[in-house]
């Protein structure tokens, strides 16, 4: 039985995919071996040129887009590291987002339960900060109350998916009390301003990671900036983008550009790979809403992630890690792979952690190579996260690392996943560069 509706599905492709990238690509196929997916399957249908051959093929008439088509689509991690290896500049990241669109209009894969679970979530939690709180609360109240140790006691997740058992043992305390209600809207710059940047404080982020958020707006306001935290700001849309929701991804681009537009700031700040790269590309995210191109163009050359606006505009930081004994702290870094393969910012914290005095910088083997966390991929495709994942885990157990620092929330959470499966919990720490930076810094 066919999962999607083949003939509309057909007829949709042909209109949401640009042809004129999908007959850019050569088949020379130099992007196969920066592929994570063909490098574990070996399979040309879950390499990026595969991918493009079935789009064509399906936009060409020449096979029918089911079932099949539908999970080498899903099957992608969306990681772009096939960009940047690609000589003929195809815009793979925009064929798959287009691919999944019209994917996610005509897919009866989805039961209806499952349907009306991600309509709640996509577009009536994310998109809303007050009920991103609510959900810090409600989170907050289960790991403080002892429900958590009893759900954990009796393996109760664990009766809806081994996955989510484990995803729920690395959970970071939740907060429901963000950066503006913990800072304020204006933090100033220590000495003298260098420009005023505005912080993007990302929707899980907020609630899972406030802590870093606020290190980030401290380290930024050491290093010369005026921090704005425009508050009517929300969830920057990567997720919709990447699961075919692309009106709802476009309403919230629109929201944050008012937001900022408004902040009327010289660099718009982000501490998360995964929302950076949205951020940076909401030009072509809003290309064909001509009122909006100057706009979204305004707002995504002001962009910047963290660690690249402290090495670049910032007043130089010292960092140094305490001495307890002759040994330096060795640390290895895990790239986001949409901080490295679409803002190119994989210099940046290599640059701020090679400068920490008393810390030894590893490079860990295939860092660039995505973790397997890829947004909610690591739900959605739990089978090949894990696989990837394992992989993963050698190389960074290779480094003997005491930590990997990492710089995008989901990566943070993967590789404390990782640690939990594969390395030793006591030996070994996730943390983000946000936190490893502020915590080692040495105050003038
Ligand atoms: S985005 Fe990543 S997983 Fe998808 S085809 Fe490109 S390299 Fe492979
Ligand atoms: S590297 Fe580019 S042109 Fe070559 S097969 Fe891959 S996508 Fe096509």
């Known amino acids: 039985m066919a999962s999607v509706s083949v003939s509309e599905l057909q007829e949709t492709l042909k209109i949401k995919l640009d042809y004129n990238q999908l007959t850019n690509c050569m088949r020379c196929g130099f992007c196969l071996p920066a592929c994570p997916t063909f490098k574990e399957t070996g399979l040309e249908a879950e390499s990026p040129r595969g991918r493009i051959s079935l789009m064509k093929a399906a936009v060409d008439g020449l096979m029918e887009p089911g079932i099949r088509f539908e999970d080498q689509m899903n099957h992608c991690l969306g990681c772009r590291a096939c960009e940047p290896a690609c000589p003929a500049d195809v815009k793979y990241g925009q064929l798959i987002e287009q691919a999944r669109e019209a994917i996610e209009m005509h897919t009866v894969q989805h039961r209806p339960w499952v349907k009306i679970v991600r309509k709640l979530v996509f577009n009536q939690v994310f998109p809303h900060q007050n009920r991103m709180k609510l959900l810090g609360k409600g989170l907050r109240f289960y790991q403080k109350t002892g429900l958590q140790t009893v759900v954990r006691k009796t393996g109760a997740v664990g009766l809806f998916s081994k996955q989510m058992s484990s995803m729920e043992r690395i959970l970071p305390e939740a907060s429901s009390n963000g950066i503006v209600e913990q800072l304020g809207t204006r933090i100033p710059a220590k000495g003298k301003k ?120 910032g007043r130089p930081l010292q960092f140094a890690e305490p001495v307890t004994d002759d040994k330096a702290l060795r640390v290895t870094f895990q790239d986001s792979c949409h901080l490295k393969n679409v803002i190119k910012a994989s210099n940046s914290p290599r640059t701020l952690l090679n400068g920490i005095a008393n810390v030894e910088f590893k490079e860990m083997k295939d860092a660039g190579s995505c973790c397997g966390s890829a947004g909610i991929y690591n739900v959605t495709q739990p089978a090949m996260a894990n696989q990837i994942l394992d992989h993963k885990m050698v190389n960074a157990n290779a480094t003997h690392a005491e930590y990997i620092v990492t710089s995008n929330p989901g990566c943070l959470l993967q590789m404390k996943l990782g640690i939990d499966k594969h390395g030793d919990n006591k030996a070994v720490q996730a943390v983000h560069i946000v936190d490893f930076l502020y915590d080692r810094l040495v105050k003038q």
């Open 194 to 313: 260098i420009a005023t940047v505005g912080m993007f404080r990302g929707c899980l982020m907020d609630v899972l990671f406030t802590e870093t958020n606020r290190k980030t707006v401290m380290l930024l306001a050491e290093a010369g900036f005026e921090v704005i935290i425009p508050p009517t700001q929300n969830c920057c849309g990567a997720l919709h983008a990447h699961s075919g929701e692309m009106d709802q991804a476009k309403l919230q681009a629109k929201n944050n550009i008012r937001a900022f537009e408004e902040a009327n700031v010289d660099y718009i700040v982000s501490n998360a790979g995964g929302c950076g790269a949205i951020l940076v590309e909401y030009d072509h995210l809003l290309h064909d809403e001509t009122e909006w191109q100057e706009r979204a163009t305004w707002f995504a050359k002001r962009v910047k992630d963290i660690s690249t606006i402290l090495v670049e505009k």
